[in-house]
T-cell receptor, first 113, second 114 residues
């Protein structure tokens, strides 16, 4: 089955700096890669996603890149703000593994003033 | 409401008790998923429904776990004879179509087994 690894587990940046979170996946059949933001006591909010036929996608300060050959994808947050502080999860969806997401172990992002 | 609604938000039970967790998906969403999230970990798949049909239950950890979605909308996850290792946050997600892309999550039920 699919295996997703996520790094780093914790990330601390200064307000205004950029943050990058990286994930790798194992199943070459995976074709959809969402990123979720989880704030304390809340559910997971979808912040951006990318499909395997696209190499990069941007939404304001957030971007995701995908390298299918290397089987890795990354989340980029620019001009970080304190409200970006949360746990971020990457996930991969494999057509061969049923209609389910396999998640990474999460990255605790802290944006310091 | 517009989002996925889960109840209760918190549940405390004694070991050996049965519990039932409820999920109200976004209206009209075909697909419904249950995930289990242990502390400090990512969500892990439990089971998947397409309308009322349970198409995948490969993630259910034991036969003490049972899920249903009898009318293709509200779903209930039941855990019988709870054990301490069942303590986790249980997340429900729904998706408009049968591809499960994207999945919209509820706030979860935090289950604590004493």
């Amino acid at each position: 089955g699919e295996n997703v690894e996520q790094h780093p587990s914790t990330l601390s940046v200064q307000e205004g700096d950029s943050a990058v979170i990286k994930c790798t996946y194992s199943d070459s059949a995976s074709n959809y890669f969402p990123w979720y933001k989880q704030e304390l006591g809340k559910g997971s909010q979808l912040i951006i996603d990318i499909r395997s036929n696209v190499g990069e996608k941007k939404d304001q300060r957030i971007a995701v890149t995908l390298n299918k050959t290397a089987k890795h994808f990354s989340l980029h947050i620019t001009e970080t703000q304190p409200e970006d502080s949360a746990v971020y999860f990457c996930a991969a969806y494999s057509t061969g593994g049923g209609n389910k997401l396999t998640f990474g172990t999460g990255t605790q992002l802290k944006v310091e003033l | 409401g517009a989002g996925v609604s889960q109840s209760p938000r918190y549940k405390v039970a004694k070991r050996g008790q049965d519990v039932a967790l409820r999920c109200d998906p976004i209206s009209g969403h075909v697909s419904l998923f249950w995930y289990q999230q242990a502390l400090g970990q990512g969500p892990e798949f439990l089971t998947y429904f397409q309308n009322e049909a349970q198409l995948d239950k490969s993630g259910l950890p034991s036969d003490r776990f049972f899920a249903e979605r009898p009318e293709g909308s509200v779903s209930t996850l039941k855990i019988q004879r709870t054990q301490q290792e069942d303590s986790a946050v249980y997340l429900c997600a729904s998706s408009l179509d049968d591809r499960g892309q994207p999945q919209h999550f509820g706030d979860g039920t935090r289950l604590s087994i004493l």
